[in-house]
């Protein structure tokens, strides 16, 4: 498994400290954490919407539609 967030510099310390018995470090690509931070970027962006964010229109479709449309104003400036 590849983990996406970064290691703490802390965590770090305290595993070199302990030498080889501190465990293998886990893995990060910097290329899928951009990717993430993309994605919860433009999440963020949406839940600005109120009636997006408390899911204001009960019909999937007017969902979808308001959705589409938000993202439209979003995305063409």
Do not use: M
Request: aromatic letters at 10%.
């Amino acid at each position: 498994i590849r983990h996406v967030i970064p290691e703490r510099s802390d965590q770090v310390a305290r595993r070199t400290a302990k030498g080889s018995t501190g465990g293998r470090p886990p893995a990060f690509d910097k290329a899928t954490y951009r990717k993430r931070n993309v994605v919860e970027r433009c999440f963020n962006r949406l839940k600005q919407w109120r009636d997006l964010a408390t899911r204001y229109a009960k019909r999937a479709s007017l969902y979808r539609a308001s959705l589409v449309l938000i993202a439209t104003v979003i995305w063409l400036p």
